[in-house]
């Protein structure tokens, strides 16, 4: 039996493991295109009958030997941050040769989209400026350079914010490579740096940042660093076409890391990553490729789960790409991961329907708002340990049955969230491991003084 026979008996099973990651990602393009972006469902319309249909054949054509293909020289930008797919752009046209051929196109592919990454990835830094104290190194103007519209941030640049008298909120765009720029900017490599990494569909203005930004330049008297990166122009397209997006902006997300070191004295100890959703898995991605260091920290927001559930680790996010990876759940089986991927991993209210919520969009949005709140002073979330071979019990049954440990003390509650500036490595990782449920309340303030 030859290959291509093999595969198409393959066929049938692989395209019945998929209809529900299918769906799924159908309903995530449903519900939240007009949340995150503004569209209206007309417009969304239009765009399920142009991108819609082809969705499961292109997966099926996946699995046939596939010709070699060439490239458009077009320099129209709705070629930018090419589909893998078949079908899904016209840049792309079936030609003929050898599977050799094939490999190094595909190879080339690879770089383009890596190349289409890079030109299309923006890195915008939110510091407070003004009214801070006399110890604190002060921040320095960074160069007008402006690209697009990519300076209509959450609070756009140099608009005043209130921050309890502690200043201006002012966001800049930093250029990968722009060295003599970065070393004339804000950015303090002497503060803590976050860098929060928005999911599908989002872009500059994605709601997890104003959600995130508030809570973060609160902190210490204002003194952070906080990078948002807009990778918006891979996100914003059909589900399936951004997953593969994934690795190119991971991959040029360690780059910027890496110049970050090597130019401006970025200390990786001072580093967190913070990605929600797809972001979650750009983290994982960028703390596989970094050159100069490893990540210290990454905090993953409900990780999405359609197309990346059977992914291999090298493709996804996973606990070796940083020494300490915190999970939190909130719509597991829907569009968040279901199992553990972390050192830790925290199921809020069993990690599925959140309370207050009544559609899944709701939930999966949950976990970043959770996240904001718990960076507010007293209000991280308590929460109690379960036993991990057991997590299916808690995402289904809704059942935590107490692990068995020698690394706490029995009534030692563990908190999600917070945000861990201070914390020793060697003190994560021996109290915080495993599976940890918590509940919360229905609206804000979500936190209780306990769990259930």
Not at 151 to 157: E, K, M, T, V
């Amino acid at each position: 039996m030859d290959v291509e026979q093999r595969q198409r008996l393959l066929l049938p099973a692989v395209q019945v493991k998929v209809t529900n990651e299918v769906e799924s990602a159908m309903r995530m393009m449903m519900m939240m295109t007009k949340m995150e972006t503004g569209q209206t469902s007309n417009h969304f319309d239009t765009q399920m009958a142009n991108h819609g249909l082809p969705l499961l054949l292109s997966l099926s054509n996946l699995m046939r030997p596939r010709p070699s293909f060439s490239f458009s020289s077009s320099s129209d930008s709705s070629s930018s941050l090419l589909p893998i797919l078949d079908g899904h752009n016209s840049a792309i046209r079936a030609g003929s040769g050898t599977e050799e051929q094939l490999l190094r196109l595909q190879s080339d592919y690879n770089y383009k989209l890596l190349y289409d990454a890079e030109r299309h990835t923006y890195f915008q830094l939110h510091t407070i400026t003004g009214n801070q104290d006399a110890g604190a190194q002060p921040n320095r103007r960074l160069f007008q350079q402006t690209v697009g519209s990519t300076l209509s941030a959450a609070f756009g640049l140099n608009v005043p914010m209130p921050m309890d008298g502690r200043g201006t909120v002012t966001t800049e765009t930093v250029h990968l490579y722009d060295a003599a720029s970065l070393r004339q900017s804000r950015f303090n490599p002497f503060n803590p740096t976050r860098i929060l990494i928005h999911g599908w569909l989002g872009n500059a203005n994605a709601n997890m940042y104003s959600a995130l930004l508030p809570p973060y330049l609160s902190l210490d008297q204002g003194r952070y660093n906080i990078f948002t990166v807009d990778w918006g122009r891979g996100a914003i397209a059909d589900y399936i076409t951004a997953s593969y997006r994934v690795r190119p902006v991971g991959q040029v997300l360690a780059k910027f890391v890496d110049f970050l070191h090597l130019e401006a004295g970025l200390r990786f100890e001072d580093l967190q990553l913070v990605g929600f959703s797809m972001g979650a898995h750009v983290a994982g991605l960028a703390g596989k490729h970094l050159q100069t260091g490893r990540l210290r920290m990454i905090r993953a927001l409900d990780p999405a789960l359609p197309f990346f559930r059977y992914a291999q680790e090298k493709e996804r996010l996973a606990r070796d790409d940083a020494d300490y990876v915190e999970v939190l759940h909130t719509s597991v089986g829907s569009y968040g991961f279901d199992r553990p991927l972390g050192h830790v991993d925290f199921y809020a209210n069993w990690g599925s329907q959140q309370p207050g919520c009544f559609w899944r969009e709701c939930s999966h949005w949950r976990a970043f708002i959770l996240f904001a709140e718990s960076l507010r002073p007293g209000r991280a979330f308590a929460s109690r340990g379960c036993a991990v071979s057991e997590w299916q019990q808690l995402t289904r049954f809704q059942r935590c049955r107490p692990r068995e440990t020698t690394q706490t003390e029995p009534d030692q509650r563990v908190s999600m969230g917070g945000d861990l500036a201070n914390a020793s490595m060697d003190q994560l990782l021996a109290t915080r491991q495993g599976v940890y449920y918590f509940a919360t309340n229905d609206r804000s303030p979500y936190g209780m003084s306990g769990t259930k």
